[in-house]
């Protein structure tokens, strides 16, 4: 199959509100945007970030029908696997299931969106990472459905984006546009056993939504960690990406789900960047109703064990009795036959370290690159046993990138400290303050002592 690459960066002038590829609607407060319609937007002191995407010669524009706020309503839900409705924290993980599972549906369209249209403008950050509307969608999303469940005025959240872009009177395109996505997100709302709202969020509510996300964290109290869009570059190049939610009482995560879209069943595919399995897929499509990628995996402190379940996405309504699964780590306790992961970028960490130290343990497998939180989702699930990061000089760890991934790997079986061997401290607000050098995360004890002890051994040479 022909495919083009395309790596091109179109400027839009301030003054044209909204780009928009095979749709010339105009722009108003009444307007409803298709879901998959992605908008090109400029900003004062951002930059665009140039993406080459490889995408079909062919493709088919379906808008998203009117939202029908009638319908909304409540199917009776029911507990998780293995948790009883008198358990702990069960209401709160069945939430965080079933609102990142939504989360999920919004970011594939929005990546379809992006993929199909070669909508290869990214907004930049301060920090220059990149950041895109289904971040501001999901957070105002999973923000939205927390207040509802658990009371606003009792919630508190700490998320990774603030409103202020969207606020700006530059952003009125793309604000629009996010207060579309969340719309068509909530009123799919029952579909996941919640409840949406009577009507459409406005503009006001959304941004109302994405600025309670203000939370600083600390050692006290209960509070939600959310990454709306972990590996955004992933999220924009059509690879990997994760969605991650956690709860945090008292300075520890009691419970984290973290929604992997793009996540392949076989694991063979994670050597591989996604346009390949794209490609792939559309040679020889998976069966239908096959589970064949995208789940979301979940844990709860102390109870054990890590579970696994598809995209209602994929399968229509969410059933967790019946799609729910167990999953744990890996058993290889030989450095030999271990796999380690590291994060694909490298402006934030130190490939040729982590290389050096996996050789000096005995590794000898190719590491697997791989973006965001499906890294600790790939060793919770037994696809990898080692995950090293040690973070450049200056560089401070956010609670947001691990929370969720922690308590999933030690419920799952695995171990995740700092490399002096301490757990990671949540309980000093939005960053892992303390953490000694860097994070390492294995399927078991054994490795993990092997991994210390490397660390120990080249740390003075490292230049970190």
């Known amino acids: 199959m022909a495919a083009l690459i395309l790596p091109?960066?179109?400027?839009?002038?301030?003054?044209?509100?909204?780009?928009?590829?095979?749709?010339?609607?105009?722009?108003?407060?009444?307007?409803?945007?298709?879901?998959?319609?992605?908008f090109q937007h400029q900003h004062r002191g951002r930059r665009f970030l140039p993406l080459a995407s490889a995408y079909p010669l062919s493709f088919s524009f379906h808008p998203h029908p009117p939202l029908d706020f009638s319908l909304i309503g409540r199917p009776p839900a029911s507990p998780l696997?293995?948790?009883?409705?008198?358990?702990?924290?069960?209401?709160?993980?069945?939430?965080?299931v079933r609102v990142v599972q939504m989360a999920c549906s919004l970011c594939q369209r929005v990546q379809d969106g992006l993929l199909q249209r070669n909508h290869d403008q990214i907004k930049s950050k301060d920090d220059d990472s990149p950041v895109t509307a289904a971040d501001w969608g999901v957070q105002a999303t999973v923000s939205w459905v927390l207040s509802e469940c658990f009371g606003s005025q009792s919630i508190s959240i700490v998320a990774e984006e603030d409103d202020q872009t969207l606020s700006s009177k530059d952003s009125t395109a793309l604000l629009e546009y996010v207060v579309s996505i969340v719309n068509?997100?909530?009123?799919?709302?029952?579909?996941?056993?919640?409840?949406?709202?009577?009507?459409?969020?406005?503009t006001e509510e959304v941004l109302e939504a994405i600025r309670k996300c203000n939370s600083p964290g600390g050692p006290k109290g209960?509070?939600?960690?959310?990454?709306?869009?972990?590996?955004?570059l992933g999220f924009v190049r059509g690879d990997q990406y994760a969605i991650a939610l956690a709860l945090v009482e008292d300075g520890e995560v009691v419970l984290g789900a973290l929604g992997c879209p793009n996540y392949p069943m076989k694991k063979e595919w994670l050597n591989y960047h996604q346009r390949y399995y794209r490609l792939m897929s559309k040679l020889s499509p998976p069966l239908p109703g096959s589970w064949h990628k995208g789940c979301v995996i979940f844990a709860r402190k102390g109870s054990g064990q890590a579970w696994m379940?598809?995209?209602?996405?994929?399968?229509?309504?969410?059933?967790?009795?019946?799609?729910a699964r167990v999953i744990g780590v890996s058993s290889i306790s030989d450095p030999a036959c271990a796999t380690f992961c590291?994060?694909?970028?490298?402006?934030?960490?130190?490939?040729?370290?982590?290389?050096?130290?996996?050789?000096?343990?005995?590794?000898?497998?190719?590491?697997?690159?791989?973006?965001s939180m499906v890294k600790y989702a790939a060793i919770a699930r037994g696809d990898a046993e080692i995950?090293?990061?040690?973070?450049?000089?200056?560089?401070?760890e956010k609670i947001w990138d691990h929370a969720a991934g922690v308590v999933i790997i030690q419920e799952a079986g695995g171990v995740v400290t700092d490399a002096g061997g301490r757990p990671l401290d949540f309980s000093k607000g939005?960053?892992?303050?303390?953490?000694d050098r860097g994070i390492i995360a294995c399927s078991g004890a054994l490795l993990h002592e092997k991994i210390i002890q490397a660390v120990d051994a080249s740390w003075d040479s490292s230049n970190l």
Request: glycine share 8%; hydrophobic share 35%.
């Open 8 to 38: 091109t960066l179109l400027i839009v002038s301030p003054r044209s509100r909204t780009h928009h590829s095979h749709s010339q609607s105009k722009v108003g407060p009444n307007l409803r945007i298709p879901f998959p319609t992605t």
């Open 81 to 96: 696997v293995g948790m009883g409705e008198d358990d702990k924290y069960a209401k709160e993980m069945d939430v965080a």
């Open 184 to 202: 068509s997100c909530l009123v799919e709302a029952p579909k996941y056993g919640l409840r949406g709202p009577e009507k459409e969020l406005g």
């Open 222 to 232: 209960k509070f939600w960690v959310l990454d709306p869009v972990d590996g955004t």
């Open 309 to 323: 379940q598809p995209l209602v996405h994929d399968f229509g309504q969410l059933d967790q009795q019946n799609f």
């Open 342 to 371: 590291e994060p694909v970028e490298k402006a934030n960490s130190s490939h040729s370290f982590t290389a050096g130290l996996a050789h000096s343990v005995g590794v000898r497998k190719q590491p697997l690159r791989v973006y």
């Open 387 to 396: 995950f090293m990061k040690f973070a450049r000089a200056g560089y401070k």
């Open 430 to 435: 939005i960053y892992l303050e303390g953490l």
